[in-house]
């Protein structure tokens, strides 16, 4: 079922949480006026791999859930929403459609999982979509308009995240992070090649 009791402690950190993922886009908005989206990747996956991954030498999970995960999380979610930024999207409306992914894992879990729902969260689906579609100004810069499109779909991959992550076994956080950030590494400097040719080579004078 998605009827789930919150308590105040809980939802005082799922607060916190919004707040310093936010804060992240704000941040890589700044970075991104000077390192390129896949390049920032890289870099960024780069160093959390070499910091965890002495600590962590096996995958937390079967390789059949990881891969997916770390597709969905770094190409797919993160891909998306940095190129969405790179583009000039404001970060408040990433975030915005960051967060959208919440009614998304709503419903994928009831077509895909068949999860039993209650009114509060159709309520809340139907809110969220409505507040999505009020983003949607019609903005005259077509990068402006790829890039709604671009951080609408950055939303869906953190839904199939969340929803991957569900249907996984527990393991440790920062274990779960060190291995996707490692498997992202080789396409992201695939795609930063194709995409982002010399950013690489560059890093030392960005």
Not at 15 to 31: H, M
Not at 125 to 152: H, K, N, R, T
Not at 170 to 188: D, H, M, R, V
Request: aromatic share 16%; hydrophobic share 60%.
């Amino acid at each position: 079922s998605l009827s789930i009791r919150m308590t105040p402690k809980t939802l005082g950190l799922a607060i916190f949480v919004t707040f310093i993922w936010g804060l992240n886009f704000s941040c890589a908005k700044f970075i991104l006026d000077h390192i390129p989206t896949f390049t920032t990747l890289t870099l960024r996956f780069s160093i959390i791999a070499l910091l965890l991954i002495p600590f962590f030498r096996k995958p937390p999970i079967p390789y059949r859930l990881l891969i997916p995960l770390s597709f969905c999380f770094g190409i797919g979610h993160l891909g998306m929403m940095y190129f969405a930024l790179e583009l000039k999207l404001p970060a408040s409306v990433v975030v915005v459609f960051d967060q959208s992914s919440a009614p998304m894992v709503i419903l994928l879990s009831i077509f895909l999982l068949k999860e039993r729902v209650v009114f509060w969260n159709i309520l809340g689906v139907i809110v969220a979509l409505i507040g999505m579609g009020l983003l949607y100004q019609f903005p005259a810069e077509i990068y402006s308009i790829l890039g709604y499109f671009l951080a609408f779909f950055g939303g869906l991959f953190w839904a199939g995240y969340c929803l991957i992550l569900k249907l996984s076994p527990k393991c440790n956080a920062f274990s779960l992070l060190a291995w996707i950030s490692l498997l992202n590494i080789p396409a992201l400097i695939l795609i930063s090649l194709w995409l982002e040719p010399g950013a690489l080579l560059s890093l030392p004078t960005a």
